[in-house]
């Protein structure tokens, strides 16, 4: 087995007062880490924690993580002591009953020894042959008497082939290049103090930094630590900088706490409960004992921090928080995945090897998951108060991207309603009707809520990073943005969008419901509708020129008067919805995703968020006439159709504006009204750039 590498958490454990493991804490904590992407979990890692437990608890700890995990991920084991023969009683009576496990084991804690004898101290131990687990050791000299484990005793030990790695606390930076220098295919070297990770894999080659590591406390809590070995591996001096800065700020946030108990155990235990308040019950003794326990420990200050931290890392997904999915505990989501042993297209992809996520966007809650023959990404409609038709949109819009379903065919409305009426299925394109625009094949979909209590969909999952990425990347690393790559990506964009714009009806729906019908409403005075909705909304917010934008659209309805043209919309076509991967000197277009607003209408309102959200901050003339003249090899891009689009981008802006002063409306967190209100100030200076 080879060593481990990436990220270590030195996970919490929850106990009772009688110092027995509280089972439903523990299990929330575990997946809780491995959705925020720790590689390994190592128990009972710091001094002192081993010997509030007896050898039957941490046994039942064990076995509950071991059925978490099912042995995809590696456990380590911590082991302290001071007498070899404890250490060796210790390891032989959990390495005999459980051989997959791993053992860190530190130096004796009491008395200083000569280096002679710490050399016959760890040789005893690796050199037993009662037990087959692997071994690593730990490093830290002010917490175990002084002992330090010097460069030549453990080149010495390496010898021993059970020995695998070394958790160095990073106290004295001259020793440890000379551990690094040890890294091999065969052992580790992990830094154990996460405030000095950036330094530490600086010090570590490139090419070794694949079996290197950190091991960590803080990601009991965040993913970021998982983000930062990522970019080791890319030698991202830049990100490794920020987000080290990251950490050690919320290290302060977080474990700054007036107790004479370890300050990180508090403080995340702390953060922990609050985090998943709403799933853990405080009407049970244990969790009461452990609540009441907290409050004493932590002052008013501090709890009202860490509360304001946890709400801001929430935000900025540097926590993915556990979802309720389900009437029980469905916690993980390979959990979720058994419910759905059922469905014979989910068995046929295989075993899950990993998940990821959740990922929040929007209504929308997602997993990603790699299968032994796919991977796939899971979308759940977890938002109650979703405006959006309750529906897996895709089943519907599919059919007229390959022409199976014909705008103009005389059953039209009964077939849309039959699909509607669909509650269970598919829609995989064949290769002899390839959809119009590069799309995901939608591998099932369910909206009975039998399965779990949302509609939900399983799609293809398209490689590669959403276009505002790749555009951001190169910005931060200064690349050259204006370059013939990026002109031939507008202008495939323009393609895609004249190709979808094709599909063209004889009237608009807001509702692809109603597609079909015959609506009651002209487009004209369908739109008034909507704007006069805004603006009373927008009334209400404390906007005092409503009176200037009704003339300014008095002025251009002709406009709007005269649509007679109504085509399929994506609606939301915008840069996070544009999959892009750069290949031999190529940026290609793999995938169009989120069509939850798709409608029928005006072609004009799809241009509103590409111009706002890229071409506007970009600025640069050659994308926009790579966008819009391709696309006006479709329809005429004309000084009208771009008046059209500032008509639509009003209506828009409006909606916007009365978003932002509703969430500001309902939040307390200083952050989302500090960025809401930015979104405020510059949504009425767009308004009036337009009106005026």
Request: net charge neutral; glycine share 4%.
């Given at each position: 087995?080879?060593?481990?590498?990436?990220?270590?958490?030195?996970?919490?454990?929850?106990?009772?007062?009688?110092?027995?493991?509280?089972?439903?804490?523990?299990?929330?904590?575990?997946?809780?880490?491995?959705?925020?992407?720790?590689?390994?979990?190592?128990?009972?890692?710091?001094?002192?924690?081993?010997?509030?437990?007896?050898?039957?608890?941490?046994?039942?700890?064990?076995?509950?993580?071991?059925?978490?995990?099912?042995?995809?991920?590696?456990?380590?084991?911590?082991?302290?002591?001071?007498?070899?023969?404890?250490?060796?009683?210790?390891?032989?009576?959990?390495?005999?009953?459980?051989?997959?496990?791993?053992?860190?084991?530190?130096?004796?804690?009491?008395?200083?020894?000569?280096?002679?004898?710490?050399?016959?101290?760890?040789?005893?131990?690796?050199?037993?042959?009662?037990?087959?687990?692997?071994?690593?050791?730990?490093?830290?000299?002010?917490?175990?008497?002084?002992?330090?484990?010097?460069?030549?005793?453990?080149?010495?030990?390496?010898?021993?082939?059970?020995?695998?790695?070394?958790?160095?606390?990073?106290?004295?930076?001259?020793?440890?290049?000379?551990?690094?220098?040890?890294?091999?295919?065969?052992?580790?070297?992990?830094?154990?103090?996460?405030?000095?990770?950036?330094?530490?894999?600086?010090?570590?080659?490139?090419?070794?930094?694949?079996?290197?590591?950190?091991?960590?406390?803080?990601?009991?809590?965040?993913?970021?630590?998982?983000?930062?070995?990522?970019?080791?591996?890319?030698?991202?001096?830049?990100?490794?900088?920020?987000?080290?800065?990251?950490?050690?700020?919320i290290r302060n946030k977080i474990y700054e706490i007036k107790t004479n108990e370890i300050k990180e155990?508090?403080?995340?235990?702390?953060?922990?409960?609050?985090?998943?308040?709403?799933?853990?019950?405080?009407?049970?003794?244990?969790?009461?004992?452990?609540?009441?326990?907290?409050?004493?420990?932590?002052?008013?200050?501090?709890?009202?921090?860490?509360?304001?931290?946890?709400?801001?890392?929430?935000?900025?997904?540097?926590?993915?928080?556990?979802?309720?999915?389900?009437?029980?505990?469905?916690?993980?989501?390979?959990?979720?995945?058994?419910?759905?042993?059922?469905?014979?297209?989910?068995?046929?992809?295989?075993?899950?090897?990993?998940?990821?996520?959740?990922?929040?966007?929007?209504?929308?809650?997602?997993?990603?998951?790699?299968?032994?023959?796919?991977?796939?990404?899971?979308?759940?409609?977890?938002?109650?108060?979703?405006?959006?038709?309750?529906?897996?949109?895709?089943?519907?819009?599919?059919?007229?991207?390959?022409?199976?379903?014909?705008?103009?065919?005389?059953?039209?409305?009964?077939?849309?309603?039959?699909?509607?009426?669909?509650?269970?299925?598919?829609?995989?394109?064949?290769?002899?009707?390839?959809?119009?625009?590069?799309?995901?094949?939608?591998?099932?979909?369910?909206?009975?809520?039998?399965?779990?209590?949302?509609?939900?969909?399983?799609?293809?999952?398209?490689?590669?990073?959403?276009?505002?990425?790749?555009?951001?990347?190169?910005?931060?690393?200064?690349?050259?943005?204006?370059?013939?790559?990026?002109?031939?990506?507008?202008?495939?964009?323009?393609?895609?969008?004249?190709?979808?714009?094709?599909?063209?009806?004889?009237?608009?729906?807001?509702?692809?419901?109603?597609?079909g019908k015959k609506l009651k409403l002209s487009y004209s005075e369908f739109f008034e509708h909507e704007?006069?909705?805004?603006?009373?909304?927008?009334?209400?917010?404390?906007?005092?020129?409503?009176?200037?934008?009704?003339?300014?659209?008095?002025?251009?309805?002709?406009?709007?008067?005269?649509?007679?043209?109504?085509?399929?919309?994506?609606?939301?076509?915008?840069?996070?919805?544009?999959?892009?991967?750069?290949?031999?000197?190529?940026?290609?277009?793999?995938?169009?995703?989120?069509?939850?607003?798709?409608?029928?209408?005006?072609?004009?309102?799809?241009?509103?968020?590409?111009?706002?959200?890229?071409?506007?901050?970009?600025?640069?003339?050659?994308?926009?006439?790579?966008?819009?003249?391709?696309?006006?090899?479709?329809?005429?891009?004309?000084?009208?159709?771009?008046?059209?689009?500032?008509?639509?981008?009003?209506?828009?802006?409006?909606?916007?504006?009365?978003?932002?002063?509703?969430?500001?409306?309902?939040?307390?967190?200083?952050?989302?009204?500090?960025?809401?209100?930015?979104?405020?100030?510059?949504?009425?200076?767009?308004?009036?750039?337009?009106?005026?």
């Amino acid at each position: 087995m080879p060593p481990l590498n990436g990220i270590i958490c030195d996970t919490l454990t929850f106990y009772n007062k009688d110092f027995r493991i509280i089972k439903n804490l523990n299990s929330l904590l575990i997946r809780h880490v491995l959705t925020n992407d720790a590689n390994s979990l190592l128990f009972f890692g710091r001094l002192g924690d081993g010997d509030l437990f007896s050898t039957g608890e941490k046994i039942r700890l064990i076995e509950l993580a071991l059925e978490i995990t099912e042995k995809r991920v590696p456990i380590l084991v911590g082991i302290f002591g001071n007498e070899i023969d404890g250490v060796l009683n210790q390891i032989e009576n959990l390495g005999k009953k459980f051989e997959d496990i791993n053992f860190m084991i530190s130096p004796p804690f009491s008395e200083k020894l000569s280096i002679d004898a710490m050399k016959s101290y760890f040789e005893n131990i690796l050199g037993s042959n009662s037990f087959k687990n692997q071994i690593y050791l730990i490093n830290n000299p002010p917490q175990f008497a002084g002992n330090e484990i010097e460069p030549n005793l453990l080149k010495n030990l390496i010898e021993f082939t059970n020995l695998k790695g070394l958790n160095d606390s990073f106290y004295n930076i001259k020793k440890c290049k000379s551990y690094i220098q040890l890294i091999n295919k065969n052992f580790s070297v992990f830094c154990g103090l996460e405030e000095n990770a950036q330094n530490f894999f600086q010090l570590v080659p490139l090419e070794q930094r694949k079996y290197s590591g950190i091991v960590s406390n803080i990601s009991n809590l965040v993913n970021i630590c998982s983000k930062l070995y990522k970019y080791a591996l890319e030698d991202n001096i830049l990100e490794l900088l920020q987000l080290q800065e990251q950490i050690n700020d919320i290290r302060n946030k977080i474990y700054e706490i007036k107790t004479n108990e370890i300050k990180e155990k508090v403080g995340l235990k702390y953060a922990f409960f609050y985090l998943y308040k709403d799933l853990i019950s405080s009407s049970v003794n244990e969790t009461n004992y452990i609540n009441e326990k907290l409050y004493d420990q932590i002052d008013p200050i501090s709890k009202e921090r860490i509360e304001a931290t946890l709400n801001y890392l929430l935000n900025n997904k540097q926590i993915y928080q556990l979802y309720f999915l389900g009437k029980k505990d469905l916690y993980q989501f390979d959990e979720i995945i058994k419910t759905f042993s059922n469905i014979e297209v989910l068995v046929q992809q295989g075993k899950v090897k990993k998940i990821k996520g959740p990922y929040i966007i929007d209504v929308n809650t997602l997993y990603r998951v790699k299968f032994e023959n796919s991977q796939l990404v899971f979308r759940f409609r977890t938002d109650p108060y979703s405006l959006l038709e309750n529906l897996v949109k895709e089943k519907l819009l599919y059919p007229f991207l390959d022409k199976s379903l014909n705008p103009n065919e005389l059953e039209l409305t009964q077939k849309v309603k039959e699909i509607i009426n669909t509650k269970k299925g598919a829609y995989i394109f064949s290769k002899e009707r390839p959809p119009i625009i590069p799309v995901c094949n939608l591998i099932y979909f369910d909206e009975t809520k039998e399965t779990v209590p949302y509609i939900f969909s399983v799609q293809e999952y398209i490689r590669g990073k959403p276009l505002f990425q790749l555009i951001n990347q190169y910005i931060n690393e200064g690349k050259n943005l204006y370059t013939k790559k990026f002109q031939n990506l507008f202008s495939n964009l323009g393609e895609h969008l004249g190709n979808l714009h094709q599909i063209k009806f004889d009237s608009y729906y807001k509702s692809i419901k109603n597609i079909g019908k015959k609506l009651k409403l002209s487009y004209s005075e369908f739109f008034e509708h909507e704007l006069e909705e805004k603006l009373y909304e927008v009334k209400k917010n404390k906007i005092d020129f409503c009176d200037e934008i009704r003339d300014f659209y008095r002025d251009n309805r002709t406009l709007i008067d005269d649509e007679t043209e109504y085509v399929l919309l994506h609606n939301d076509f915008k840069s996070q919805n544009i999959i892009v991967k750069e290949e031999l000197g190529a940026i290609k277009i793999n995938g169009i995703v989120d069509f939850d607003n798709w409608c029928v209408g005006s072609r004009a309102q799809d241009f509103i968020k590409i111009d706002y959200w890229i071409l506007k901050p970009l600025n640069n003339p050659l994308f926009y006439r790579s966008f819009y003249d391709t696309y006006s090899k479709f329809s005429n891009v004309d000084n009208d159709f771009k008046k059209k689009i500032e008509i639509y981008k009003l209506l828009w802006l409006l909606d916007e504006y009365n978003f932002e002063s509703e969430l500001i409306k309902k939040s307390t967190q200083i952050d989302i009204i500090s960025s809401s209100s930015a979104s405020l100030e510059n949504y009425l200076f767009e308004i009036k750039a337009i009106i005026r």
